[in-house]
């Protein structure tokens, strides 16, 4: 009951903190299970690997056998992450699956599939919507979704809140 109770606000405030705080930042893609105990949350027996959305990278996180998910961290996985065709689809053609959650991206842009398994979970870290400079993390965190946590969409934008 508790971990069906977790949702994307965890994951949406260590996506925050990253933004505002480059030495956690640092942190969290070299030592992220250091980094989610400072909000209180062990990974346990999984490894926990942060991949960082750049201008010229896009990071997208699926799991090809089953559905591996960070639940402490996103909650409950959507059922489309369970699916079979999401699945095989994203590992064959990330960019049309993408533009499917309207994620359209610049040819230029590398898109990086990276799959989860039984012992190893992903979350990404968004790109920082334009806009946000002097916000707080309260603030920043409601930009950040689930989906833009597993990589399918990008974070809000600041006139979607």
Known sequence: EAMDARGEAQGARIVARAWVDP????????HPAAAIQQF???MGVNELCVVENTPQVHNVV???LCSCYPRLI?????AWYKSREYRSRLVC???????EFGTVLPEQVEVRVHDSNADLRYIVVPLRPAGTEGWDEARLAKLV???????????RSPNEI
């Open 74 to 78: 996103l909650g409950i996985p959507p």
């Open 93 to 99: 053609d990330p960019r049309a699956v993408l533009a």
């Open 145 to 155: 979704s689930r989906d833009s946590m597993i990589g399918v969409s990008p974070a």
């Open 62 to 64: 699926v799991c090809t």
């Open 23 to 30: 030495g956690y930042r640092q942190q969290l893609l070299n």
């Open 40 to 42: 209180g949350l062990d």
